[in-house]
């Protein structure tokens, strides 16, 4: 991490998102006996999602070349006794949200366990790390080389939002920030997948599909 931070050209990207009708699905299809997903899952998903409608973001940087995927491989950041593991889910783009949930949870009890396989460690082009669960607002995370791009997702928070009407409600928002390797993403290419996320996030149906 620390040769990462000082050898990778970091640059950052925020965005809040509307999270009200996410959470109200989410509600629905918990409510569904022997279905459990959470925010992080649909996160996941949606990254997976943004990765289709802007798959040129789906590289990293290599010493040779730039390569480019056309699955979505993604490391979820968990926290263990000994540090923080980022075990790669393999073809998030395939799976629903239950059997991608379903993969989270075996992944991150076997990193608790130190169970892990070197192989499900290694690969992946992006990582999502998710401290929203312990209260945090916000933050900026530091890249996990070769990949190009991890996003820090803050906690869903109940805070004043402008209506389409112009009237001020309130809302649940929560924030995230992409951290990007400039060597890979440019400010544009970054912004138009991170919008890509918040469409998808802020209209979890199409997480769906």
Request: glycine share 10%.
């Amino acid at each position: 991490m620390a040769e990462s931070k000082s050898t990778v050209p970091h640059f950052y990207l925020v965005a809040d998102c509307r999270v009200d009708a996410l959470l109200e699905l989410r509600s629905q299809i918990n409510a569904v006996e022997g279905v459990r997903v959470s925010v992080n899952d649909f996160v996941v998903k949606a990254v997976a999602g943004a990765f289709r409608d802007v798959p040129a973001a789906n590289a990293i940087w290599t010493e040779e070349a730039t390569r480019r995927f056309t699955g979505v491989d993604i490391a979820v950041a968990v926290s263990v006794p000994a540090g923080l593991l980022t075990p790669v889910v393999r073809g998030v783009e395939r799976m629903s949200l239950g059997e991608l949930g379903t993969a989270i949870r075996d992944l991150a009890g076997r990193a608790r366990e130190g169970k892990l396989k070197q192989h499900e460690l290694e690969g992946g082009s992006f990582s999502v790390s998710n401290l929203g669960m312990y209260g945090t607002s916000e933050f900026a995370a530091i890249l996990n080389p070769p990949q190009s791009g991890i996003l820090a997702v803050g906690a869903a928070q109940q805070r004043p939002v402008v209506q389409a009407d112009g009237t001020v409600g309130v809302g649940t928002v929560m924030t995230v920030t992409l951290s990007a390797d400039h060597r890979v993403l440019d400010g544009a290419l970054a912004a138009e997948w991170l919008a890509a996320f918040t469409q998808r996030i802020e209209n979890p149906l199409s997480i769906l599909v």
